[in-house]
Structure formats: structure tokens, C-alpha cells
């Protein structure tokens, strides 16, 4: 994911074709799209013989104000898959120009030049394009990608940040931008049951009465759902509708054993025993159709 953002950053900077049709009105920064990009760690070693855009990525950390822990559930071939929220994190670069052979006051202002052709292409996006992270893993993230250039909070002490790198200090800009990282493990499927207990008599002699939740589907053989079929729990005097997917769900019923009855219009009725609460699998239902003659 780090590495798409590097590479989407350096493909806002050096593509000429984005640049004149974002920027019309503005003169083709000529020295950008000449220049080499790198994103190695700019210590006293660093002295690359030709003009380079140095995109140093210095710190990765969440960022706390976009934390979310509330999971998503959706149903899927009648079961709930609980998907955990994404990871949002900074990822904050370093960008410095090199002028590469040249020396004195000529590389100073070759450097310069750089930094403010950098400057203006990445003020100009408050967040990343969706054209430009296609075909990325950073593809459909949800919310936008924000961009922030040249915070003034993003180093603190440049003297000492540049002394730990082993270098001298030198003008820089500081970007941020803000991902979405993913869990490893982001989803677990699970049975839609759930369990809720509701307790009722005085304090001195309480009684518990266990209730179950369950849902399931009604579908035909090629496996479609099937809409408004009546789906009846025989003994517990319970009645439901299917949903346009054929989606149908009892939210109060005794543990046991029951009998699921199914009619639909076009259909065989189908009559089953189930468990409550049992595996979601039996509450998968499949129809045939009547037989015309």
C-alpha cells in the first residue's frame, strides 16, 4: 500500500500529459518533467549526478482523528460477514532537489526552481485523483486520499533532523498523505444468529427466557432468491415474508426443534425440521418449481 502512494506521488510529479490538462493555464514545468526521482534516505552518501526529486518517506503513523471501530456487517449466501475498518495512516515524505553536476549559485537556484514546480503541482490537489490510482491497491479507497503539502507542523527541528540523517540542512518541503490499510484478517463470516436473553420476575426470584434470532434464504435451484415467499414456524405461531433477495428473518423464537414451512407462488412448498439455534446452512432453503402439468 506505502509503496503504491510513493509511486502514485511520483507519477503526479513527472507526468506532463496530468500536469497540462489539471493546469492548462500554467507554463510545463520543463525542469520537473526533465528531472530523475528517487526515494532513497538522503544521507552525506546521497549525490546523484543528475537533477533528481528526492521523495524521502520519513514517518508512518495512524492518524488518530480518522479511527474508526465500528465494523460492517453485510449478508452474503446467508451469512453475516463482519468486515473489520480499515487502518487510516500518515504517511509523511521529505521532498528535496539536487541539482546534480552543477555547483554554486547555479545548483542553488536549479534546486529552487524544483522545489516550487514540486510545490505548485501538489498544492493543487487537496486529494489524490481517482484517475491516478487505478490499477493500484490504492484503488476505490473510501474516503478520498487527502493530500496535504508543505505543513508547517511536519518538522519540528530540520537542523537536528538533517544531523540524524548524516547530512547537511538543506531546503525542503514536507507532504503528507492519508491511507487506508486493511487488515490481514478484515473478515469473518459468521452464522446470522444471534442470542438475547431477557430476564423478568423481582430480584428475589428471577426467571430467564432464552430467545433466538435467526435468517435465512429462500432461493430456487439456480440458487436466485425468491421474493414474498410465507415462511411460518409451525409450532412457535410464527409468520415471515421473504425480501426481494429472498431474505427472511425471525427475531424472537424459542430454542428447540421447529418446523419451517415454505410456500411460495410457482414453487413446491417445502417443510422442514431445523434446530434452533443450529449451523445457518439450515436455514438455506431450496424450492422446485411446480410442475405445470
Not at 502514485?8 to 500536469?19: A, N, Q
Not at 533532523?161 to 498523505?177: D, Y
Not at 444471534?194 to 439456480?222: K, P, W
Amino acid at each position: 500500500m506505502i509503496r503504491a502512494l510513493s509511486e502514485v506521488l511520483r507519477r503526479i510529479l513527472e507526468d506532463s500529459h496530468h500536469w497540462s490538462t489539471e493546469f492548462p493555464a500554467a507554463y510545463p514545468p520543463s525542469e520537473l518533467m526533465e528531472a530523475h526521482f528517487s526515494f532513497v534516505r538522503p544521507s552525506e552518501t546521497f549525490t546523484p549526478s543528475q537533477t533528481t526529486v528526492n521523495l524521502f518517506l520519513y514517518a508512518v503513523h495512524e492518524n488518530v482523528e480518522l479511527r474508526s471501530n465500528e465494523p460492517t456487517i453485510a449478508r452474503q449466501n446467508g451469512q453475516a460477514v463482519i468486515r473489520r475498518p480499515a487502518l487510516r495512516v500518515n504517511c509523511s515524505y521529505l521532498i528535496t532537489a539536487w541539482a546534480g553536476s552543477d555547483t554554486g549559485d547555479e545548483a542553488a537556484l536549479i534546486e529552487q526552481q524544483l522545489l516550487s514546480q514540486v510545490l505548485q503541482v501538489l498544492s493543487g490537489y487537496s486529494t489524490i485523483p481517482a484517475t491516478l490510482l487505478r490499477d493500484t491497491p490504492l484503488e476505490g479507497q473510501v474516503p478520498p486520499l487527502p493530500l496535504i503539502s508543505a505543513q508547517l507542523e511536519g518538522m519540528q527541528n530540520p537542523a537536528e533532523f538533517w544531523t540524524a540523517l548524516g547530512n547537511k540542512l538543506r531546503p525542503s518541503i514536507t507532504v503528507m498523505a492519508t491511507i487506508s490499510v486493511p487488515p490481514v484478517f478484515s473478515q469473518i463470516t459468521a452464522p446470522m444468529v444471534t442470542t438475547r436473553s431477557t430476564r423478568f420476575g423481582t430480584d428475589m426470584a428471577a426467571e430467564i427466557e432464552t430467545l433466538v434470532q435467526i435468517g435465512g434464504q429462500v432461493m430456487d435451484a439456480a440458487e436466485h432468491g425468491i421474493e414474498n415467499a410465507v415462511v411460518d414456524l409451525v409450532d412457535a405461531g410464527l409468520r415471515t415474508y421473504t425480501n426481494s433477495e429472498g431474505y427472511y428473518s425471525f427475531l424472537r423464537v424459542p430454542p428447540g426443534s421447529h418446523t419451517l414451512r415454505i410456500v411460495a407462488v410457482g414453487f413446491e412448498s417445502k417443510t422442514e425440521t431445523i434446530d434452533i439455534p443450529g449451523r445457518s446452512q439450515l436455514y438455506q432453503i431450496t424450492l422446485s418449481k411446480q410442475n405445470s402439468n
